[in-house]
């Protein structure tokens, strides 16, 4: 069955099996092993929902419990409310990253596509009663948080200690480990993120932003095309301006 909300939002429920599969599989591929019994793989199945979001509309879900998201495809940021309509870009996320959307607790959290976006969304603290017996499961998970919390580690050095230009390079270099491809000399960036989001997720205004980049292109380190192309040309110049430990050594 599908239907669209008030929001523009496509919402397909997954007990209609055949209008979610591919949506599923691509989960079930990365998080749930082969191995798993069939009863406990179709409850997860019907547990489960896809979501299409365009470009700058919303995740819907009860913020009342967290969430577990799995974006099959597209891009999303992650985005923390404070009071007085301040908010934080606190994570970028691509095809294939699990993630966690959390309760409501001393600030709210949102899901923004973008770009159109593919997402699998499941009640987290069902799943884990569901799956919670499952070892490699589990072991999924507890990989999945512990690289976001390294980020969420080298992003808080980054805003405590790093300036302006350690923080955009050592922005690119992860855009560059995480969807960044080899091509014409350098590795080829689209990123499907605004200069403003940049500028949100690094703590800078959108004018600090612009000037690091303009900064990178006359050092010859980066050329830029149009709003989201970027070519990465000297990774190791990046590495050694991005206030790495390993560079700095």
Do not use: W
């Amino acid at each position: 069955m599908i239907c669209i909300n008030a929001a523009g939002v496509r919402i397909v429920d997954t007990f209609a099996m055949l209008s979610c599969i591919d949506t599923f599989d691509k989960f079930a591929l990365r998080v749930l092993p082969a191995s798993l019994p069939e009863d406990m793989r179709c409850a997860v199945r019907a547990l489960s929902r896809k979501t299409v979001l365009a470009a700058g509309k919303q995740l819907e879900c009860g913020q009342k419990n967290a969430t577990l998201v799995y974006v099959c495809g597209g891009a999303t940021k992650l985005v923390a409310h404070a009071s007085e309509h301040r908010e934080q870009v606190v994570a970028f996320h691509f095809a294939g990253d699990l993630l966690t959307l959390p309760a409501c607790g001393p600030h709210s959290y949102s899901l923004e596509a973008l770009v159109e976006s593919e997402l699998l969304t499941l009640e987290y603290e069902p799943f884990l009663e569901i799956t919670g017996e499952r070892a490699d499961i589990l072991g999924q998970l507890l990989e999945r948080t512990t690289i976001s919390l390294q980020r969420s580690r080298e992003k808080t050095l980054a805003l405590g200690r790093k300036s302006a230009i350690e923080r955009v390079c050592s922005f690119l270099l992860m855009m560059a480990e995480r969807i960044g491809k080899p091509g014409c000399g350098g590795v080829e960036l689209d990123l499907p993120m605004s200069r403003r989001d940049i500028a949100d997720s690094l703590g800078l205004t959108i004018e600090t932003i612009s000037r690091q980049f303009t900064h990178l292109r006359e050092q010859g380190l980066i050329t830029t095309r149009g709003r989201s192309a970027v070519l990465l040309l000297r990774m190791d110049e990046l590495e050694k301006r991005s206030g790495h430990l390993s560079a700095a050594a």
